[in-house]
């Protein structure tokens, strides 16, 4: 019985450290983030990064939104990548997290044509799944993952398992960024929220703790419909 409570202890402080980290960075570590960005230079540009969502709530950007777009950007005017995906459904508020990422984005100079938007994914896990889809219809053939250094650690054993092409992870060099922290360009999020939003609701409403985990760890996805429970390469 004390095992089986200790077990319960363990994966309730696990799944409350993963849905935290969806939302926001715990810390930004220099070393990995500088070795993978140093290689990135002697490769050729990525067809897409990929930028996971980040709620909406108060009328502007947070901290971990500004630092993700940011990056994107970065990595966009400088070469390293040619298209930018946003990824994220309106899912702790009534704005659509990738919409909103795609306005920030643009008001930074990435031009719309070269962003790409996925309105499905509620986490983590489901924002690499649904923009890899999105990815593949767009016949773009090398990818690259951008998000704080904690959260890219913790899709890395996803990422490696599940994707028959690598997804080069580029998580955020704080250092690159310590230049832009003046930047706060304001957006209009009109176009970026629900439709029905009187009937919206928060996932905190429609789904339960534990099937929130089981979406943050990619369970609600079907990998029994590939080959060997890999998504086909791109």
């Known amino acids: 019985m004390k095992n089986r409570y200790s077990f319960a202890l363990a994966l309730l402080f696990i799944a409350l450290l993963l849905q935290l980290t969806s939302c926001k960075a715990i810390f930004l570590p220099r070393k990995g983030p500088r070795k993978a960005l140093a290689k990135a230079r002697t490769m050729p540009p990525f067809d897409a990064v990929i930028v996971p969502g980040v709620p909406f709530t108060n009328g502007r950007w947070d901290t971990t939104m500004k630092m993700r777009v940011i990056w994107s950007w970065i990595l966009y005017k400088n070469g390293y990548v040619k298209n930018v995906i ?137 990998f029994s419909q590939y080959k060997d429970r890999k998504v086909e390469a791109l």
């Open 86 to 222: 946003y990824s994220g459904a309106a899912v702790y508020s009534p704005y659509k997290e990738a919409l909103i990422m795609g306005l920030y984005g643009q008001k930074l100079g990435i031009p719309a044509d070269h962003i790409y938007y996925d309105t499905l994914a509620k986490h983590s896990t489901e924002n690499v799944y649904y923009s890899y889809l999105l990815a593949k219809k767009l016949n773009f053939k090398t990818l690259a993952l951008a998000t704080d250094p904690f959260q890219s650690f913790l899709l890395k054993g996803f990422v490696r398992r599940r994707f028959s092409t690598h997804i080069y992870r580029l998580p955020v060099f704080r250092d690159s960024l310590e230049a832009y922290n003046y930047i706060d360009p304001v957006i209009s999020p009109k176009t970026a929220k629900v439709n029905d939003a009187k009937h919206w609701k928060s996932i905190t409403q429609t789904q339960s703790f534990f099937k929130r985990f089981r979406g943050t760890l990619g369970r609600d996805i079907d």
